[in-house]
DNA sequence: GAATTGACGCGGC
DNA sequence: GGCCGCGCCAATT
């Protein structure tokens, strides 16, 4: 890992407390890029198996799982993660995102 | 070293 | 609430 723009994304993704999600322009913004949303899910990507990185607790501002685009299987574990942590789905599988958001404490 | 890509965000309609 | 399009910028090829 040469990279440290990854790590600093890695970083504030582990600081997101169970039972609560953050959305990528959230972490983004909290690891200093605030207009590299996008970079946020591409740090996730290539993230390897067994890191202790809470992926799951990351969505999209629409609340929604996004890795369910590129694998449907990763999305419902996601989900189920999510649920097991005590975060509610709304009816079309979207994330409460005005009680779950989690935002840095001052 | 240039072009392409992408787990997104947000303003407009 | 939903669909459309532009913007952003490091990593990958």
Known sequence: MGSLTF????????????????????????????RRA?????????LPEGTAVPW???????????VARLDPAAGAEQRALLE????EFGPDGRVDLQRFRWTPEA
């Open 7 to 34: 790590q600093r994304i890695y970083d504030v993704v582990k600081q997101i407390p169970p039972g609560r999600v953050a959305t990528y322009g959230d972490v983004a913004r909290m690891a200093g890029m605030p």
């Open 38 to 46: 996008r970079f946020v899910g591409f740090a996730l990507r290539v």
């Open 56 to 66: 799951h607790r990351v969505v999209n501002a629409a609340g929604e799982i996004s």
């Open 84 to 87: 097991d942590e005590g975060v």
